[in-house]
């Protein structure tokens, strides 16, 4: 079974706000304005004057958006350059995989297929997130791909139980990884809530894709777990050495 080509997209940089410019955009103060209208030409200012007070509370109430610190910002980018790393991997070991796992075992082409086209809408996903904000890809990106290529063919030819044992101990760091960017981004939410700043649509709905993309990369863990991952042997050293490296794979994403 073919498996869609994965491609790369090009950034315009120029043409997209940056991060800072999205998730926190220029304050800017609105007048509010109310036409009232009166019965009589007595009770018209009254009505006026009530209306211009009833909308003095409404607009100091009004939130104001907290600029992110750079050392915020710094998190954010490196957020997404990691979780693009790691999708684009996933999609690669799958790639991989499948066409040796698939010929010795044709029952798991639809789960290789439903999994890989999830790992391909997290990869489409923070590439969007990129390019929108303006955030650059690891460097090592090549090493990365020549990395879970090879990793994705070796445990397809161990057999059935070392490849879903490559995806158990994957989707256990890539699982704990989203979990914990979530709860550095809702700890950040509720500081500025107690500051009585709003947090914005962008980041909330940067919570709840990671919350999405966590919630499914768990679910593979599942399907492995389900496929004998556990009688890969030996299981505790295989999956110990895949963990150790996406480990070193996240830290150095990060950073460079």
């Known amino acids: 079974m073919s498996l869609p080509r994965l491609q790369t997209r090009l950034v315009r940089c120029s043409l997209r706000p940056s991060l800072h410019e999205v998730f926190v955009p220029a304050s800017s103060s609105q007048t509010l304005s109310r036409r009232c209208l009166s019965t009589t030409s007595s009770n018209s200012a009254t009505v006026a004057a009530n209306s211009s007070i009833a909308a003095e509370p409404s607009q100091s109430s009004k939130r104001k958006r ?7 910002s710094d998190f954010l980018s490196s957020a997404l350059r990691v979780n693009q790393a790691g999708e684009l991997a996933a999609t690669l070991i799958y790639t991989a995989q499948t066409p040796p796992l698939v010929n010795a075992h044709p029952h798991l082409r639809l789960l290789m297929a439903h999994m890989y086209a999830q790992e391909e809408g997290h990869l489409a996903t923070f590439n969007q997130l990129m390019a929108r ?17 090879g990793l994705g063919w070796t445990t ?14 994957v989707e256990t760091e890539i699982g704990g990884h989203y979990n914990n960017q979530i709860r550095a981004l809702l700890a950040m939410f509720e500081r500025w809530d107690a500051d009585g700043y709003d947090v914005g649509d962008d980041l909330r709905h940067l919570v709840a894709t990671l919350r999405r993309i966590r919630d499914e990369e768990l679910e593979h863990l ?18 110990g050495v895949i963990r150790l490296g996406c480990r070193g794979a996240i ?5 460079v």
Do not use: F, I
């Open 66 to 72: 907290k600029p992110l610190t750079k050392e915020q």
């Open 133 to 149: 904000h303006r955030v650059r890809p690891t460097a090592l990106y090549p090493v990365w791909q020549a990395m879970a290529t």
């Open 156 to 169: 397809a030819v161990m057999g059935r139980e070392a490849a879903m044992a490559c995806t158990e101990a």
């Open 222 to 239: 599942d399907h492995a777990v389900s496929n004998d991952a556990k009688k890969a042997e030996p299981h505790w050293l295989l999956t």
């Open 251 to 255: 830290w150095v994403s990060e950073r």
